[in-house]
């Protein structure tokens, strides 16, 4: 078990019901297990078959290797970043995304706290460094964004910073675009009890157990915070030249799947199969704060 989680239980409010949840607990409690893929609306009863999800990821993954040419032979750029609740699959949907693409030109960038010479520069300067040379694909696992979610709802930056963010994003944004970097941001979102199961996963499985945090458990009881600071932030970000792409992502396979799909279809590359890229599935993608329920 890792050393820095606190074992603890704490009495939340779901769906108007006091419930008690103990991640130390061995046994998933009921309450958690039987809500957790119908939760935040979610609109499939049951996850997509495996041997389906390989079938079609494949199919996909050929089809990043090609755009990985593509960026190459024509020197053009991507960035995507990957933001959500904690346990939403961000980190899944990378792996998926870059697996079979060349790591020198699919980088995966994921920031630890700023040092104190980060923390006396300007907000999003340790970001910019991190931004893609010719032909390149950088992917965020989280990004500036941290400032319109965790760090107001943590307390980790104040409510100037705060408000500076929502303001200066977008026009940071604007300029990406007249860069021409292809850039993606997507937003999965989870229920609420799919967090709760999740995280119970990470705590009890030895192989994921170092994803849990303190930060986690302290975020337990800041459900609605969170939906609060996300609301906020895609309502004020979204925007025609940096739009954000929203996925139901209690089923990580679809979720995947339709991210990657995403990208593809917005990128005109050489050799693009459109059969094996297939549709995307509404139920499960869709654009800004409007397809979130």
Request: aromatic share 12%.
């Amino acid at each position: 078990m890792a050393d820095d989680v606190e074992s603890r239980a704490v009495e939340l409010d779901i769906r108007g019901k006091k419930r008690i949840f103990d991640v130390d607990d061995p046994v998933l409690p009921d309450w958690v297990d039987e809500n957790a893929l119908a939760s935040g609306d979610f609109p499939y009863n049951k996850k997509l078959k495996e041997e389906e999800y390989l079938e079609d990821l494949k199919k996909l993954q050929i089809e990043l290797v090609k755009v990985q040419f593509w960026l190459q032979a024509t020197g053009k750029r991507v960035m995507a970043l990957f933001e959500g609740r904690d346990a939403a699959g961000k980190g899944g949907a990378i792996s998926a995304s870059s697996a079979h693409m060349n790591p020198r030109l699919a980088r995966v960038v994921a920031l630890s706290k700023p040092t104190d010479r980060e923390l006396g520069q300007w907000y999003f300067q340790r970001y910019i460094a991190q931004f893609p040379t010719s032909g390149e694909f950088v992917l965020f696992d989280r990004s500036w964004y941290n400032r319109a979610g965790v760090e107001p709802v943590m307390g980790f930056c104040t409510p100037k910073q705060y408000e500076d963010f929502l303001e200066q994003a977008p026009q940071l944004e604007r300029g990406l675009a007249h860069e021409g970097i292809y850039f993606f941001k997507f937003y999965l979102d989870i229920g609420r009890e799919m967090q709760l199961k999740r995280f119970h996963d990470r705590r009890h499985d030895p192989l994921k157990v170092w994803k849990l945090s303190s930060m986690d458990i302290a975020a337990l009881t800041k459900w609605g915070d969170y939906s609060d600071k996300r609301d906020r932030m895609l309502k004020q970000t979204h925007t025609e030249f940096a739009p954000w792409t929203v996925i139901h992502a209690n089923d990580k396979r679809r979720a995947r799947l339709n991210l990657i799909r995403h990208m593809l279809k917005s990128m005109d590359y050489d050799g693009k199969d459109k059969d094996a890229i297939g549709k995307l599935d509404d139920k499960i993608i869709g654009s800004g704060p409007g397809f979130l329920k």
